[in-house]
């Protein structure tokens, strides 16, 4: 039945044939001794920096600008051509990152747009060969992350709204595409080989990050009920960049329980068991691998020059600590300009988390909660000790973990102000001062 309705929607779009299955990721996959570290070390890090940058910031109307202004491909590769980020100084941008206290960086290598953002000879659509620029941005990247000491991670979109091969997409028409051109096969033998250069030519990278996966599923006809799935191919994708670099992580971005090969739990604008945004499709939360969530500093993902909707320091250093809260880290997006620089306020905003960062990292990084999120905030811990982040006056004044502990003391982190605590044999109550600054994070140390 599944298979019948496949072959005639593949039909119905005039397309060439799709694999007709539902992907289900690698077979029996058994993660390396590699790859089960660099998921400890990811899932450590807490804080990483997202970078959504392409021609469409030339626009300055975000990344999704082709598809949503309907600019088919034959005039949007004319942006390319002007494409010259004179301010673009890897060195400065990875500085004041790894300043947010951020251990990585996510870059996107190709958005949907199908601009490739580094060096390929898979395409002469690319910075290399068809900017004036001409220079490899994600190589001088990539070689500053080594030379700082922080984690480079590639973007990459399975979408394409530009090249000829890719197969459908819900707004393939939208863009004057011709299905009768697609060849799925063909443009899987393009993003393997891609992916190949990615994880040849930069050094060790930490993860893939892919972004898309729901454009498989066509926007279904007028009258027509049923959404056609197909396969992407990732058995052969994630198993070629587990061979390539058995230390690089795979993430889909797919708002979808995990498939076997890939590493990490992602969550789109929400920090893990909200859905305030509508992305989330299960409410499954791993307990295995490593959770991350990612989320914009204003509106929007790549460059959009009229939103100045920027989140505050308080609601940043509030997210950072929210998802650390949940077991997960948070991946800040910033959108460069199309001159290479990143919006003044993104750099003010890294500096208030950067000082934070550096205060109180101690509490976020390589930690754990030891209790479900609370009206009043979250916990973390390690090492013995635990952290009570305290964003709202708790009811009472009295802040109670039901839970056997060894600990003795609370104070203030930071002060050191000792607070009353009292010990039952199932819980650990510590009650607070009347009047407290909770207005960004009141922490308290219990050891
Ligand atoms: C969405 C958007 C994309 C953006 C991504 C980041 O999937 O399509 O533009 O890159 O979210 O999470």
Partial sequence: MILELLVSAAVALGA??????????????????EELAARQRFGENRLG????????????RGE???????????????????????????AEWVSAIKGTGAKYITITSRHHDGFSMFATKQSPYNIVDATPFGRDVLKELADECQKQGITHNFYYS????????????????????????????????????QITELLTNYGPIGCIWFDGDWDRFPKPAPGEE???????????????IHKLQPGCLVANNHHRINIPGE??????????????????????????????????MNKSWGFDIKDHKFKTGQEIIRTIIRTAGRNANLLLNIGPQPDGQIPATSLERFKEMGAW?????????ATHPVMKPQPWGVTTAK????????????????????????????????GGQALKVKKTKDSFTVTLPESIDCSLDYIIEIR
């Fill in 16 to 33: 060439a044939s799709p694999s007709p299955k539902i992907e289900e990721g690698i077979k029996n996959f058994t993660p390396s001794q």
């Fill in 357 to 365: 960062m550096q205060a109180n990292g101690e509490t976020i990084y």
């Fill in 226 to 240: 049923t959404k056609v799935d197909f396969d992407w191919g990732y058995e052969r994708i994630y198993t070629l």
């Fill in 49 to 60: 920096i997202f970078i959504h940058w392409g021609v469409y910031s030339m626009l300055g």
């Fill in 158 to 193: 399975l979408i394409d709204w530009g090249r000829e091969d890719y197969p459908f997409g819900r707004d393939g028409n939208k863009l004057g595409k011709d299905p009768q051109k697609a060849d799925f096969a063909h443009y899987l033998d393009f993003m393997c080989a």
């Fill in 263 to 296: 590493d990490v739990q992602l969550f789109e604008r929400d920090v893990p068991g909200e859905d305030t945004a509508g992305y989330s499709r299960t409410s499954y939360i791993s307990d295995s691998l490593p959770l991350e969530t990612c989320q914009t």
């Fill in 64 to 90: 999704w600008v082709m598809d949503t202004e309907r600019i088919p491909f034959s005039d949007y590769s004319m942006l390319p051509g002007g494409f010259y980020p004179s301010k673009f100084n890897a």
């Fill in 383 to 414: 090492d013995g000790k635990i952290w009570l982040h305290v964003m709202e006056y708790p009811e009472g004044g009295v802040i109670t973990l039901p839970m056997k502990l060894k600990a003795k003391t609370a104070t203030v982190y930071g």
